[in-house]
């Protein structure tokens, strides 16, 4: 996980509230990426940013936010739109160029009460 | 579209024997090929990837994996396997003109018993 810090580790929301998951990266890495994790379904793309000030829809972004103002920084808003919301989030970085692997954050595990 | 699957939602073995984990993918053109590993409530670890070149590949731990381009698959092997191997192993794909984006496989849990 060395690298990639998330946080926090356990969250709790209440439904109806906005909620913003952390990922911080000193690996000087231009590309970021959020997957969400639920059991028996492997991940799947949230968002994903290629550059600062840019960012694209993955396969599942309704109901997700997200920004990138900082090279090191990608932080994830779950909103109150996002209709199961409980699940374990993977924040992940990677150097340019296409054989590079991407290496990953110790996760979030977000619970709706 | 780009598919990957592990056919198998669990592994079990015996410490010490052979141990393989199955992925088949399914993209146009020649995709990067990668092994990812996960421990209970932590990220995932890179083991190892295929970019080009020869076809069995080393990677982390003692993993190595070989690639088949006629049967589109990409096996995680370890000749002898530990306790401590025990985890949900993931297979991801590249397709050449996806991008940055990885489309992975839904995961093969591995149980190596004493």
């Known amino acids: 996980d060395g690298g990639i810090t998330q946080s926090p580790k356990y969250l709790f929301r209440k439904e109806g509230q906005n909620v913003t998951l952390s990922c911080e990266q000193n690996l000087n890495h231009d590309a970021m990426y959020w997957y969400r994790q639920d059991p028996g379904q492997g991940l799947r793309l949230i968002y994903y940013s290629q550059i600062v000030n840019d960012f694209q829809k993955g396969d599942i972004a309704e109901g997700y936010s997200v920004s990138r103002e900082k090279k090191e920084s990608f932080p994830l808003t779950v909103t109150s739109a996002q209709k199961n919301p409980t699940a374990f989030y993977l924040c992940?970085?990677?150097?340019?160029?296409?054989?590079?692997?991407?290496?990953f954050g110790p996760g979030t595990r977000l619970t709706v009460l | 579209a780009q598919s990957v699957a592990q056919p198998e939602d669990q592994v079990n073995v015996a410490e010490g024997n052979p141990l393989t984990v199955k992925c088949t993918y399914s993209?146009?053109?020649?995709?990067?090929l990668f092994w990812y590993v996960q421990y209970p409530n932590r990220g995932l670890q890179f083991l190892l990837k295929y970019i080009t070149g020869d076809n069995l590949v080393k990677g982390s731990y003692g993993f190595e994996a070989e690639f088949n381009k006629s049967q589109t698959s990409f096996h995680l092997k370890k000749p002898s396997a530990l306790v401590s191997d025990s985890a949900l192993y993931f297979c991801?794909?590249?397709?050449?003109?996806?991008?940055?984006?990885?489309?992975f496989g839904g995961g093969t849990r591995v149980l190596v018993k004493p």
């Open positions: 993209v146009s053109g020649n995709p990067y």
């Open positions: 991801a794909v590249r397709p050449p003109a996806a991008g940055n984006k990885l489309t």
């Open positions: 992940a970085s990677k150097a340019s160029g296409d054989h590079n692997e991407q290496f």
